[in-house]
C-alpha cells in the first residue's frame, strides 16, 4: 500500500510518505507532554507546505530559546495547527474518537 500524500498551496506541491494513524498517535502522546509546538512541527512536515514548515520550527525554536510563548506566537501556532490538524482528520481511516474523546476518556481513567 503507498501511502503518499500530496498537499498543494498556490504553487507549492510537496508529496511525502506518511501514515496518518501514525501521525495522529505521535500527536496524542505528544499533546499528553504538553508539546503544543513539537506537534506544530509534526503537522507541518506530514501535511504543510515548505513555508508551515518553516515558521513552524522558527516558532518551536523561539519556545525553546525564550522557555515560554509569547502570547503572538501562540496565536499564529494555533492557526497552523487547526488548519493541519483538519487534513489529518481527514484522512484518518477512521474518525471515531478523536481529542475530544481522548481526553474524556483519560478523565474518565483518573476518576476512576
Keep these: 500500500m503507498n501511502n503518499q500524500h500530496t498537499t498543494e498551496t498556490g504553487a507549492v506541491k510537496v508529496a511525502r510518505k506518511l501514515n496518518p494513524s501514525q501521525v495522529y498517535k505521535k500527536y496524542l502522546k ?3 507532554c504538553n508539546a503544543h509546538s ?6 507541518a512536515e506530514s501535511f504543510g507546505t515548505q513555508e508551515d514548515i518553516l515558521i513552524s520550527k522558527n516558532i518551536l525554536a523561539l519556545h525553546h ?3 515560554h510563548m509569547p502570547y503572538p506566537l501562540s496565536i499564529i501556532r494555533g492557526a497552523i495547527n487547526s488548519r493541519l490538524y483538519a ?3 481527514k ?3 477512521s474518525k471515531k474518537g478523536g481529542l475530544l474523546n481522548y481526553f474524556e476518556a483519560r478523565a474518565g481513567k483518573e476518576n476512576a
Design 87 to 89: 487534513i489529518l482528520w
Design 38 to 43: 513539537e506537534n506544530v512541527v509534526l503537522l
Design 91 to 93: 484522512l484518518l481511516p
Design 30 to 32: 505528544n499533546e499528553d
Design 65 to 67: 530559546e525564550l522557555n
